[in-house]
């Protein structure tokens, strides 16, 4: 088995931890990092020595899942325990178990007991790793966000292993690259906070209001180049909502939560695999184990928790062939307030004890582009998407004594457009003139609103033979602008 070198490294660190007498080390693990590959050759190193293993899962939908992966890795002496699982053989030395069933169950000997998802909290582990039976025997916790608070408590986990970063996988192309729009920022003053994040039925009626939902299918037509999306939603009704909406501007959009079964699960999955499906509304469902190209995620779910914003995004740094990054339109303002996920860096887990202020680095936060909504990195000056440089305001005072006002920020042009794409986007538009029996005029307006100038001399007035769906969403974008513009006129009908 090939393990990557980070891979290997974060091997070589639980070694030395256990080594240094840790009995309960967590390595860090980011989406995309290979978990479970870790996990496996950790599993066949015991089995090297003949030593039992309990591999625990905090979910059921995670156990034949586990099995596949290992059975992959060369792991064949395994069963199950879970309810009435037909690998259920208490005799093989590693064991898949669902902390539910363990709980209910006399909890077999091991050597070693690996816990994934660690950052999932049971009162089970409590107990059991106070066990004083099982006091010399490792547990190994596996998590891509070991941030959950009090899970470096006494007694619990006692050693942070982190085996690579997001930052350092994107870096080395195992992970997509992504860019982050914040389009619209929600009122959320009269949200309560309850168990660190925001209280759910408040924040379902923040979010759930009209404009907020258009804004976000104006916002994917504008700017999602009909990139495959899931779209993360507060409750049952925001998502279907804004699946309703987008329905209605012409988007195959599908639905899903904890509640829709299995089988019509595989068959949105299916659909969205194939095309068929462009975006999916979803409520808590699509935040693990869904490994699907998505190349645009939709946040219109707050969130104060560094966890689950991790994991939603997370969906969406999958690489795949032709994605050059991962389109983020944050309508919930979580990546102003929590910083870029590349950016959440904890060296230690938390002790549930309140630290000094100074104790913890502060995640450096972005900054939004007041002329386009992208959101640039912590220290950028200039917009790296359009070029847009604010320039300081600075009063200067003039020779007679006159104060007046410098600089109100000028457009800097960013990277001259490609002609090539100019044209095409012009032979499109004049297609679809033509199609509309529009006059050849509006296509050089539209072209206009999308370039800022009317199409150069040199460019042919050809029609293409097609209008590809990026140009038809930027389209539609145009016309509800348009329409959104007229009724603030009062020209509307
Ligand atoms: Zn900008």
Redesign the pocket.
């Known amino acids: 088995m090939e393990l990557r070198d980070y891979q290997q490294t974060a091997i070589e660190q639980l070694r030395a931890a256990l080594l240094e007498g840790s009995r309960r080390p967590v390595i860090q693990a980011p989406t995309g990092a290979g978990k479970t590959v870790i996990a496996a050759a950790i599993v066949n190193m015991a089995r090297q020595k003949d030593k039992r293993v309990l591999f625990c899962v905090p979910a059921l939908s995670l156990i034949d899942q586990t099995v596949e992966r290992f059975r992959a890795n060369s792991i064949f002496d395994i069963a199950v325990m879970q309810g009435q699982h037909e690998l259920t053989d208490y005799r093989q030395p590693v064991q898949v178990c669902s902390v539910q069933t363990l709980a209910r169950r006399k909890i077999p000997q091991a050597d070693l007991v690996i816990v994934d998802e660690c950052h999932v909290m049971f009162k089970l582990y409590d107990t059991w790793m106070a066990d004083p039976a099982w006091k010399d025997v490792p547990f190994v916790g596996l998590t891509a966000t070991p941030w959950a608070k009090g899970m470096g408590a006494p007694g619990r986990w006692d050693k942070l292993i982190i085996g690579t970063t997001t930052e350092e996988l994107i870096e080395r192309k195992h992970l997509s690259d992504f860019k982050c729009y914040a389009p619209a920022h929600p009122d959320l003053s009269g949200v309560k906070t309850v168990m660190g994040d925001y209280e759910v039925k408040g924040l379902g009626a923040a979010m759930d209001k009209g404009h907020l939902v258009a804004d976000i299918v104006s916002t994917w037509l504008e700017r999602g180049e009909n990139r495959p999306t899931i779209c993360f939603a507060v409750n049952r009704v925001h998502a279907k909502h804004i699946q309703t909406q987008f329905k209605e501007a012409g988007v195959a959009a599908e639905y899903m939560d904890a509640f829709t079964d299995l089988d019509e699960r595989a068959d949105i999955v299916g659909r969205f695999g194939k095309g068929e499906a462009r975006v999916i509304c979803n409520v808590g469902v699509l935040t693990t184990g869904f490994d699907a190209d998505v190349r645009c995620i939709i946040l219109a779910r707050p969130t104060k928790s560094e966890i689950l914003y991790t994991q939603m995004i997370g969906r969406g740094l999958r690489t795949a062939e032709g994605k050059d990054n991962c389109l983020i339109l944050d309508h919930s303002d979580t990546t102003l307030r929590l910083g870029f996920v590349t950016d959440i860096i904890k060296t230690e887990l938390d002790s549930g004890v309140a630290k000094r202020a100074a104790a913890e680095r502060p995640t450096p936060k972005p900054k939004e ?6 959101l ?1 990195p912590p220290k950028a000056v200039k ?6 440089q604010p320039t300081p305001t600075s009063k200067v005072e003039s020779e007679n004594g006159e104060l007046y006002e410098l600089g109100r920020g000028k457009v800097i042009k960013a990277s001259a457009p490609n002609p090539l794409d100019q044209q095409r986007w012009y032979s499109e538009l004049l297609r679809y003139a033509d199609l509309r029996g529009y006059k050849s005029g509006w296509a050089s307006y539209a072209f206009k609103d999308k370039f800022g100038g009317f199409p150069e001399r040199f460019m042919l007035p050809i029609q293409s033979h097609m209008v590809s769906p990026e140009v038809a969403s930027w389209i539609k974008s145009r016309n509800i602008r348009q329409a959104k513009s007229k009724m603030k006129h009062g020209r509307g009908v």
């Open positions: 582009c007041t002329q386009c909504h992208f640039k917009c790296p998407a359009c070029g847009f």
